[in-house]
């Protein structure tokens, strides 16, 4: 019954907020930076070359991590595509205000793919169990629960769980049908985060370096700022995995576990805000508002 199911989520948002710790009056006030400071050093985990992706553009490089544990298909198929110079040549082809900036080769102009496949089984979410989530207490409005896994942002119904579409996420573009996307075609979130597309397209990764360098792209003059002419489009020199790299070319990085005590202190830092700005510390929080903290070993 329809009254059943309202008084069911009345009593999950009860739970949650009677979960939710609340900020001690007395208690030291750290900032992000010093929370990150004071971590200790198991709190962090080295991020694998083999599953970093450097792409090389005019003003510099964008750094992207590969999210292997929630698509391995898809994180296969890219390291596959990098391995053969797939995307060298290829160009930024739209930037959406708000949205997505997208990245890929013209049907016109196609390239080998070496040992990737140009299609896919859709990998748009993955089991539940076995998936240690760090979860907000906050509520969603997309979800069941929202949190952290792997060292992604996630969301869960209870029987799936998928990655959510924050900004700097990544993701593989598709056409119509589920399993038209392979990785060959990616975009990133620069906008308001649309979290509608989640569970409805491949979310592949996130930035980790580089971000200014896509979200300050040209808009697009045509229909979901696709841009129009060769000349608004900017060219990519080249695009390689980490673990192809020279080691003097690579960014050795630390990303905080999102398992750890110290990303657990950072979720509250974030919820509460309390340094001296704030007049309401708010209390509440969207998955999509905690940073993930990396740092350069």
Do not use: K
Not at 84 to 98: F, K, L, P, T
Not at 202 to 229: D, H, K
Request: negative net charge.
């Amino acid at each position: 019954m329809r009254w059943q199911g309202l008084v069911a989520a009345l009593m999950l948002a009860a739970c949650a907020s009677a979960e939710a710790p609340h900020p001690v009056a007395d208690a030291p006030v750290r900032s992000l930076g010093e929370i990150l400071e004071q971590s200790p050093a198991a709190d962090w985990r080295n991020v694998d070359q083999n599953n970093l992706i450097y792409m090389q553009l005019p003003a510099g490089r964008v750094i992207i991590e590969l999210a292997a544990d929630y698509t391995p298909l898809h994180t296969a198929n890219i390291q596959a595509l990098a391995r053969a110079h797939y995307w060298d040549g290829a160009a930024i082809v739209r930037s959406q205000e708000n949205y997505v900036v997208q990245w890929g080769r013209d049907e016109a102009d196609p390239r080998p793919m070496g040992e990737g496949q140009a299609t896919l089984a859709p990998e748009f979410d993955r089991p539940r169990a076995g998936v240690n989530i760090t979860r907000l207490v906050d509520p969603d409005t997309y979800a069941r629960e929202v949190g952290f896994a792997h060292g992604f942002p996630v969301a869960s119904n209870g029987r799936e769980t998928w990655m959510t579409h924050c900004p700097g996420m990544v993701g593989a573009g598709r056409g119509d049908t589920a399993d038209s996307g392979s990785g060959a075609e990616l975009y990133v979130v620069i906008g308001h985060a649309p979290r509608h597309l989640d569970r409805n397209i491949a979310t592949i990764g996130r930035v980790l370096q580089g971000m200014e360098l896509l979200s300050v792209m040209p808009r697009g003059t045509g229909p979901l700022g696709f841009y129009e002419t060769p000349e608004e489009r900017t060219t990519i020199a080249s695009v390689r995995l980490g673990s192809e790299l020279p080691a003097s070319e690579r960014v050795n990085f630390e990303a905080l576990r999102t398992d750890s005590a110290t990303f657990r202190d950072v979720i509250e830092s974030r919820r509460f805000r309390r340094e001296s700005w704030f007049l309401d510390p708010v209390g509440h929080v969207n998955v999509c508002n905690v940073q993930l903290p990396v740092r350069v070993r």
